[in-house]
């Protein structure tokens, strides 16, 4: 739904407090509560809003079912100059996102990199949210995850690789970050939640029903399509290998197939999530301003190329910084059905109601 077609609107400020002083009851320490706060956020404020803040409910059954910690303690152990594994204790995977990039940076301004792989984590929201991380500090900044089997191979019969998403993130000089948040599926599966609940039917070639024929309908579909849809999935298929080789092999973490649901009755178990977190610094490999000045003409070139009639060429990220700054004016827009979550929860917890804007 667009944002036109919506007209509860609330402000970034008080949805942060309102996630902050939710997740703060329900057992959340106070770093953990920022950051599911600041990804959920991150990702309402640029148009994510299957990443947003439809998953807080989420993590509410997560943490009162004992899935995730809400205090958990995290250990970093830095095994070479540029490489290192986090340890989440099954916490949140928001703090081990954040926390798990800001090890990598660290190592990547001594050392021109760092790369962290993180075990025992959980779900952690928008990938993009710890490669912007990266660059809003000049870094280059690539995140990956696992996730538990909603996708088919190419040609296969049923659900293999999750959506195992790829976020690549490169600061710009005077400029929002280039951004690429992308799943390895045609479309993640938040969406064809998201979209069955405003009743919005799905685009073709992103999604299945248990017959492994295409289906457009959310409340059939079962399954979702590689990227590149029923005739160039393999393209696909294969990243979303490499993620899972990336986050699960790499971190020791059981893969992706084999996980518990994200969703489903078992709230209690941990599911032992994988990710894998890249950092670069531009000037460890050229002189001083030489990244900068060719992104900047890269860039240049890629919006100034022809384009059909009422169109616009966008790089990575375009998209995402208009529906931003729109949103950070006129609000971030609720759907009906998270009207009605986001009230049921304050009165859960007994905290103080979102407020409209006018």
């Given at each position: 739904?667009?944002?036109?077609?919506q007209d509860?609107r609330?402000?970034?400020?008080?949805l942060?407090?309102?996630?902050e002083?939710?997740l703060?009851?329900?057992?959340?320490?106070?770093?953990?509560?920022?950051?599911v706060?600041?990804a959920?956020?991150?990702?309402?404020r640029m148009?994510?809003?299957?990443h947003?803040l439809?998953?807080?409910?989420?993590?509410?059954?997560a943490l009162?079912g004992g899935?995730?910690?809400g205090?958990?303690n995290m250990?970093?152990q830095?095994?070479?100059?540029?490489?290192?594994f986090l340890?989440?204790?099954?916490?949140?995977g928001?703090?081990?996102?954040?926390?798990?990039?800001?090890?990598?940076m660290e190592m990547?301004?001594?050392?021109?990199?760092?790369a962290?792989a993180?075990g025992?984590s959980s779900h952690?929201g928008a990938a993009?949210?710890y490669a912007?991380?990266?660059?809003?500090r000049?870094?280059?900044?690539?995140?990956?995850?696992?996730s538990d089997?909603f996708?088919?191979?190419?040609?296969?019969?049923?659900?293999?690789?999750g959506t195992?998403?790829i976020?690549f993130?490169?600061p710009?000089a005077?400029?929002?970050p280039?951004?690429?948040?992308?799943?390895t599926?045609?479309?993640?599966w938040?969406?064809?939640?998201q979209?069955?609940?405003?009743?919005?039917?799905?685009?073709?070639?992103?999604?299945?029903n248990?017959a492994?024929k295409?289906?457009?309908?959310p409340s059939?579909?079962?399954?979702l399509?590689?990227?590149g849809?029923?005739?160039?999935?393999f393209k696909?298929?294969g990243?979303?290998?490499?993620?899972?080789v990336?986050?699960?092999?790499?971190s020791?973490?059981?893969?992706g197939f084999?996980?518990?649901p994200?969703?489903?009755?078992d709230?209690?178990?941990?599911?032992?999530?994988g990710?894998?977190?890249?950092?670069?610094?531009?000037?460890?490999f050229?002189?001083?301003?030489t990244?900068?000045k060719?992104?900047a003409?890269?860039?240049?070139?890629?919006?100034?190329q022809?384009?059909?009639?009422?169109?616009t060429v966008?790089?990575?990220?375009?998209r995402?910084?208009?529906?931003q700054?729109?949103?950070?004016?006129?609000?971030?827009?609720?759907d009906s059905?998270n009207?009605l979550?986001?009230a049921?929860?304050?009165e859960?917890?007994r905290?103080?109601?979102l407020?409209?804007?006018d």
């Amino acid at each position: 739904m667009s944002d036109a077609q919506q007209d509860f609107r609330i402000a970034r400020e008080d949805l942060e407090r309102f996630m902050e002083a939710v997740l703060a009851a329900a057992g959340a320490d106070p770093a953990s509560a920022k950051a599911v706060a600041r990804a959920l956020v991150t990702a309402s404020r640029m148009g994510t809003d299957s990443h947003g803040l439809r998953l807080l409910p989420h993590y509410l059954q997560a943490l009162g079912g004992g899935r995730i910690k809400g205090a958990p303690n995290m250990v970093f152990q830095q095994r070479l100059a540029a490489t290192g594994f986090l340890d989440a204790d099954d916490g949140l995977g928001h703090l081990a996102g954040y926390t798990a990039m800001d090890h990598a940076m660290e190592m990547a301004d001594k050392v021109g990199l760092g790369a962290v792989a993180v075990g025992n984590s959980s779900h952690f929201g928008a990938a993009g949210c710890y490669a912007l991380a990266a660059a809003e500090r000049g870094y280059l900044g690539m995140a990956f995850c696992n996730s538990d089997p909603f996708v088919l191979l190419h040609d296969g019969a049923n659900p293999f690789h999750g959506t195992n998403p790829i976020a690549f993130a490169a600061p710009v000089a005077g400029e929002s970050p280039y951004l690429l948040d992308m799943a390895t599926s045609s479309i993640p599966w938040n969406r064809v939640q998201q979209y069955g609940a405003i009743g919005r039917e799905l685009p073709d070639q992103v999604a299945a029903n248990a017959a492994g024929k295409v289906s457009r309908v959310p409340s059939e579909v079962v399954a979702l399509l590689p990227l590149g849809g029923s005739d160039f999935g393999f393209k696909g298929a294969g990243l979303g290998g490499m993620v899972e080789v990336l986050s699960s092999t790499l971190s020791g973490m059981q893969h992706g197939f084999k996980l518990l649901p994200m969703g489903g009755p078992d709230m209690s178990t941990p599911r032992g999530v994988g990710h894998f977190f890249l950092a670069m610094k531009p000037d460890a490999f050229v002189d001083e301003g030489t990244f900068a000045k060719g992104l900047a003409d890269y860039l240049a070139d890629l919006r100034g190329q022809a384009v059909s009639p009422n169109a616009t060429v966008m790089a990575p990220g375009d998209r995402e910084w208009r529906c931003q700054a729109r949103r950070d004016a006129e609000g971030i827009p609720l759907d009906s059905a998270n009207q009605l979550a986001y009230a049921e929860i304050a009165e859960r917890y007994r905290i103080a109601p979102l407020i409209r804007l006018d």
